[in-house]
């Protein structure tokens, strides 16, 4: 048999770990599925600029050369973008992940372009489309080291604060279950009492629960009853043992 005190601590253990995991998963899921939307929107809003920028630079240089290119390249990977430019027929004019692998410039994104995803843009100058733009975002909405670092942040948060809570819960289940259980334990010990026949000395139980002071005020009027009938049975005796004697 388990004590009840281990019992409610257990419980009270069991709850606290239950509510600190669905908060993390939750907070998880949400950053990384509702939190997306808000993500989207965001990357199509900066596709745009990505679109002016590409237009402006084509607009002042005319062409696709060395120097459109490296503007282009620097202005990719400050966007942690990759952006493709491909003319009519669908051949490629330039590719930043490639062109900063010519030139022995390269960073996290061109090395992984395949966890990219690509949109692809019209490509218009001068009222004419010229041909088409693609622009690769990282799949994922975790893509860069910063929000690595800001995830594995909230879940360092998380766990610190599961720690907190299991010692927290450890020590405040100790003292709930006490003030819990001692009218519990003082109701059986009055039980036990009148189980060895000590009406008198049953003890007074001090609680703010009702359904234990109820069964308090009965063990107590029990107690009472017993203790009359114990009167008047030894009273009885006494009279039935006079009347034998005269």
Do not use: C, W
Request: proline share 1%.
């Amino acid at each position: 048999m388990v004590k009840i005190s281990k019992q409610l601590r257990k419980y009270f253990i069991t709850i606290s770990i239950l509510s600190i995991a669905f908060i993390t998963i939750t907070s998880n899921i949400s950053i990384n599925f509702f939190f997306s939307g808000y993500i989207r929107d965001s990357r199509s809003r900066d596709d745009l600029k990505v679109l002016k920028y590409v237009e402006s630079v084509f607009s002042e240089y005319e062409e696709i050369n060395d120097n459109s290119s490296m503007n282009l390249m620097h202005y990719a990977f400050s966007e942690d973008v990759v952006i493709q430019i491909k003319d009519t027929n669908s051949s490629i004019m330039f590719n930043s992940s490639a062109f900063g692998t010519i030139i022995g410039i390269t960073d996290e994104y061109s090395k992984n372009e395949e966890k990219f995803s690509f949109r692809s843009y019209p490509f218009i100058i001068d009222d004419e489309q010229v041909g088409t733009i693609d622009i690769g975002r990282p799949k994922s909405i975790i893509a860069n080291i910063e929000d690595e670092k800001f995830l594995i942040t909230i879940n360092s948060i998380f766990a610190a604060a599961s720690l907190l809570t299991l010692i927290i819960a450890l020590r405040s289940s100790a003292h709930l279950s006490k003030k819990f259980l001692n009218p519990i334990y003082r109701i059986q010990e009055n039980a036990k009492l009148i189980e060895q026949g000590k009406y008198k000395n049953i003890n007074e139980v001090e609680t703010n629960t009702s359904e234990l002071h109820e069964l308090s005020v009965s063990v107590k009027e029990l107690a009472e009853r017993l203790h009359h009938q114990e009167t008047l049975k030894r009273r009885m005796t006494t009279d039935i043992a006079h009347e034998l004697r005269t």
